[in-house]
T-cell receptor
Framework: AQSVSQHNHHVILSEAASLELGCNYS??????LFWYVQYPGQHLQLLLK??????LVKGIKGFEAEFIKSKFSFNLRKPSVQWSDTAEYFC????????????FGGGTRVLVKP | GAGVSQSPRYKVAKRGQDVALRCDPI?????LFWYQQALGQGPEFLTY????????KSGLPSDRFFAERPEGSVSTLKIQRTQQEDSAVYLC????????????FGPGTRLTVT
């Protein structure tokens, strides 16, 4: 069965620091990749998505992610975080051959100190 | 409405009681998903509908869990004879038919079984 791993459970950093969250998946076929964000007290929101084409994907609020097929990875980055980026971040994978469901990683809680 | 709505937002049930959780998808979204999110974990797939047809129920943990979407719009997730291990946030997501795996989530229903 496919699985998604997020390496860091908690990340604490200061404003203006750079952020990189790791995501690896275990599926060799065609995949669609997503990052979702959940701000405190809010529901899951789609941050960015990759279906095909340019492996460097830009999303909302200055976030980007890079798909590296050979490493089965889809890491999320932001060059300079803000206090408002405090949230929980989830990586999700759709393996096309397994149907339309999403398989999520365990999430990474990010705390940005002002 | 503009987004996916779920009701109730919070539900406390005594062990053995039956519960029903409702989801109103985004208007025009033919696909509807239910996920279960245990504390500290990522969402896990339960079941998927395309219009009124339940096309995948492989994630339902037991025969106590039942979902329906009789008119292809609103969906209800029913849990019979609730157990403490059913305590979780139940998330509903919907998507367009053309990009069924690009899912938009509701706020969830937090179920606590005492």
């Amino acid at each position: 069965a496919q699985s998604v791993s997020q390496h860091n459970h908690h990340v604490i950093l200061s404003e203006a620091a750079s952020l990189e969250l790791g995501c690896n998946y275990s599926y060799g076929g065609t995949v669609n990749l997503f990052w979702y964000v959940q701000y405190p007290g809010q529901h899951l929101q789609l941050l960015l998505k990759y279906f095909s084409g340019d492996p460097l994907v830009k999303g909302i609020k200055g976030f980007e992610a890079e798909f590296i097929k050979s490493k089965f990875s889809f890491n999320l980055r932001k060059p300079s975080v803000q206090w408002s980026d405090t949230a929980e971040y989830f990586c999700a994978v759709n393996a096309q051959a397994a149907g339309n469901k999403l398989t999520f990683g365990g999430g990474t809680r990010v705390l940005v100190k002002p | 409405g503009a987004g996916v709505s779920q009701s109730p937002r919070y539900k406390v049930a005594k062990r053995g009681q039956d519960v029903a959780l409702r989801c109103d998808p985004i208007s025009g979204h033919v696909s509807l998903f239910w996920y279960q999110q245990a504390l500290g974990q990522g969402p896990e797939f339960l079941t998927y509908f395309q219009n009124e047809a339940q096309l995948d129920k492989s994630g339902l943990p037991s025969d106590r869990f039942f979902a329906e979407r009789p008119e292809g719009s609103v969906s209800t997730l029913k849990i019979q004879r609730t157990q403490q291990e059913d305590s979780a946030v139940y998330l509903c997501a919907s998507s367009l038919g053309s990009r069924v795996y690009e899912q938009y989530f509701g706020p969830g229903t937090r179920l606590t079984v005492t």
